[in-house]
């Protein structure tokens, strides 16, 4: 069955520091890549999506991520934080065989702190 | 227009108890989406709902975990004689086509669910 790791599940930064968090995924063929984010005391949204294409995806609020299919990554990056980044995130794939439709596999999520 | 809404907010609950949680998805979504958070893990699936139909009901942890969907709205998901392990914040997503892999989900508050 489909399984979504996040390595990282603490990370502090300062502002302006650049980000990058792992995500990877158990089950090759065709995917579909999700970083959703949830801010404290709010819902969780979503922040960007791959599904075909071109590989590095742009998203809100300055977020990108790159799908690297040889390695089973979508790992989420920022080249420059901000104090409003703090929130945490999280990876989700779906897949063909996780039912034919998008059920999402979640990651444990990371959570970002980010100092002034 | 409105988000997705869950009630209540919070629940605190005894052992042993029934509870019912509620999800008012955004009007006009077919798909409905059930996910369970346990305290410093990421989302687990629960339950699908394809308009009034729960093709996948897989991920209910166990027989005391119930679900149904009315009018292609308003969903219930119930827990019989809860068990402190049920304590989490149930999720609630919904998305405008069902059997669609690449459609976004969008997340209501939650339910914190509380076991004594």
């Known amino acids: 069955a489909q399984s979504v790791s996040q390595h990282n599940h603490h990370v502090i930064l300062s502002e302006a520091a650049s980000l990058e968090l792992g995500c990877n995924y158990s089950?090759?063929?065709?995917?579909?890549l999700f970083w959703y984010v949830q801010y404290p005391g709010q819902h969780l949204q979503l922040l960007l999506k791959?599904?075909?294409?071109?590989?590095l995806v742009k998203g809100i609020k300055g977020f990108e991520a790159e799908f690297i299919k040889s390695k089973f990554s979508f790992n989420l990056r920022k080249p420059s934080v901000q104090w409003s980044d703090t929130a945490e995130y999280f990876c989700?794939?779906?897949?063909?065989?996780?039912?034919?439709?998008?059920?999402?596999?979640f990651g444990a999520g990371t959570r970002l702190a980010v100092h002034p | 227009g409105a988000g997705v809404s869950q009630s209540p907010s919070n629940k605190v609950t005894e052992k042993g108890k029934d509870v019912e949680l509620r999800c008012d998805p955004i009007s006009g979504h077919t798909a409905l989406y059930w996910y369970r958070q346990r305290l410093g893990q990421g989302l687990e699936f629960l339950i699908y709902?394809?308009?009034?139909?729960?093709?996948?009901k897989s991920g209910l942890p166990s027989d005391r975990f119930s679900a149904e969907r009315t009018g292609e709205s308003v969903s219930t998901l119930t827990i019989q004689r809860t068990q402190q392990e049920d304590s989490a914040v149930y999720l609630c997503?919904?998305?405008?086509?069902?059997?669609?892999?690449?459609?976004?989900?969008?997340f209501g508050p939650g339910t914190r669910l509380l076991v004594l």
């Open positions: 997503a919904s998305s405008f086509l069902a059997g669609e892999l690449r459609e976004t989900q969008y």
């Open positions: 089950y090759g063929g065709t995917v579909n």
């Open positions: 709902f394809q308009g009034n139909s729960a093709p996948d």
């Open positions: 791959y599904f075909s294409g071109d590989p």
């Open positions: 989700a794939v779906s897949d063909y065989f996780s039912g034919g439709y998008n059920k999402l596999i």
